[in-house]
């Protein structure tokens, strides 16, 4: 799952991706040829990111409060993504294992965690699509591919694909933002969300989060899909200020097979 942990407010606990714990609200949009591709691409991108592992570099920084750098820590990952809708739930569950993972520094307060935030596509799912309005803001060129800019904002009493998880509560997440869809494959190219002032009453004064996606070619079978690039979050309360930098490179692709066999006595 998606998560979010910092040594402030009695451990800033956790922002969980695929939380699916509010009942879906109908948005009252009509349908959308383009944004019902936009869906189609999102459960495409969420299976082909099932499909692949991937290395994952994560620095964190915490920042002072004129924006200066005052400490840093740099690991490295074998990395994952494995989703399930057993029961009808979407989940993610993410596999790291540490390559270069830093020390834990006993004498500071802990660095800012954040995890899953490369399936934040996820706002386009068919799962959560009905939880947002949608609003395409016009049509971009980036090299050589033609994206459109679709504007997201949440739908109050609907299920949210993220919640903050602290001392014992879970707050779903209001996220708002924007995102530039590839026009050919229905794939998001750039998403990003922030919260607003939401988290206020929590001690959140903001969390903000950008992912880029890029097209990875692969041979054998000879295929291109957007897996994501890089994503960098960032989180700051009335006293303290984060930002993490995870960078995912060398995509692979890799096969699960099992054998059963009924022994009969």
């Known amino acids: 799952m998606t998560c979010l942990k910092a040594g402030t407010l009695g451990a800033l606990a956790a922002i969980l991706l695929c939380s699916g714990r509010q009942g879906s609200a109908q948005n009252g949009q009509q349908p959308d040829d383009f944004l019902q591709r936009v869906e189609k691409g999102s459960s495409e991108s969420l299976q082909r990111f099932s499909e692949v592992k991937c290395a994952e570099a994560v620095h964190q920084e915490k920042l002072s409060p004129d924006g200066k750098v005052e400490r840093v820590s740099d ?4 990395y994952l993504a494995i989703f399930s809708d057993s029961g009808g739930e979407l989940t993610l ?9 830093a020390k834990p520094d006993k004498q500071h307060t802990p660095l800012l965690l954040t995890n899953g935030f490369a399936a934040l596509f996820l706002v386009f799912h068919p ?7 949608f609003e395409k803001m016009g049509e971009e ?8 800019k679709v504007a997201f904002h949440p739908v109050r009493g609907s299920r949210s694909p993220a919640v903050l998880a602290l001392r014992g509560r879970e ?4 996220l708002t933002g924007s995102a530039w869809i590839d026009v050919e494959t229905g794939a998001a190219t750039r998403i990003v969300a922030d919260v607003g002032n939401s988290l206020e009453d ?3 004064k903001s969390l903000r989060s950008e992912v880029d996606y890029d097209a990875v070619a692969f041979r054998d079978p000879p295929a291109s899909h957007w897996f994501p690039k890089r994503a960098v979050v960032e989180v700051e309360t009335p006293r303290q200020h984060w930002r993490n930098t995870h960078v995912f490179t060398n995509y692979q692709r890799f096969s699960v097979s099992t054998d059963e066999k009924v022994i009969t006595k």
Do not use: K
């Open 127 to 133: 799962y959560y699509a009905s939880s947002f309005r």
């Open 202 to 204: 929590v001690g959140v």
């Open 75 to 78: 690991s490295r990952f074998d």
């Open 141 to 148: 060129t980036e090299q050589g591919h033609t994206l459109m």
């Open 93 to 101: 569950n993410e596999s790291r294992l540490a390559i270069g993972e």
């Open 171 to 174: 707050y779903p997440l209001e």
